[in-house]
């Protein structure tokens, strides 16, 4: 995550992550398999065209990581969505988070606790369309 949300980052190392508006793509992670890629014109190795559903959970997701809320009036706002109707399989799935202490609710937000910053992937799991719906449930060796 970066502060420069806004932005279109190109990554340019191994590994590396390039963020546009609409897709993503990361480079070879191995470093030779990269060098050579690249004398070919090419190090990315896999990327994505991101959908409107992508685009409103990595907007979520900055936020999460990036502030350690998320606040659901600017989500809506932005998207025009129903944070509440959008993500109401999310929701079902929070209060086992809540009850262990990682977050809190309130009627416009979600809010981690300082246990839950440390653990923000485990909560972010909750959010990740890519992830299996009980894969918070396996810890952050498992989502992250």
Do not use: C
Request: no cysteine; charged share 25%; proline share 3%.
């Amino acid at each position: 995550m970066t502060t420069g949300k806004d932005l279109d980052i190109l990554g340019l190392g191994p590994s590396a992550i390039s963020l546009l508006d609409d897709a993503f793509a990361q480079n070879r992670k191995d470093t030779v398999e990269w060098q050579q890629a690249l004398a070919h014109n090419l190090a990315t190795e896999r990327g994505l065209h991101l959908t409107d559903d992508d685009r409103v959970r990595r907007e979520l997701m900055q936020q999460l990581y990036g502030h350690g809320m998320i606040d659901k009036p600017a989500l809506e706002t932005q998207f025009g969505i129903d944070f509440d109707d959008y993500f109401a399989a999310e929701l079902e799935r929070l209060p086992e988070l809540i009850d262990e202490g990682l977050a809190n609710v309130d009627g416009t937000a979600i809010r981690l606790t300082a246990l839950g910053r440390l653990l923000v992937r485990v909560i972010a799991a909750v959010f990740d369309a890519y992830l299996p719906p009980d894969a918070f449930r396996e810890g952050a060796s498992k989502v992250g």
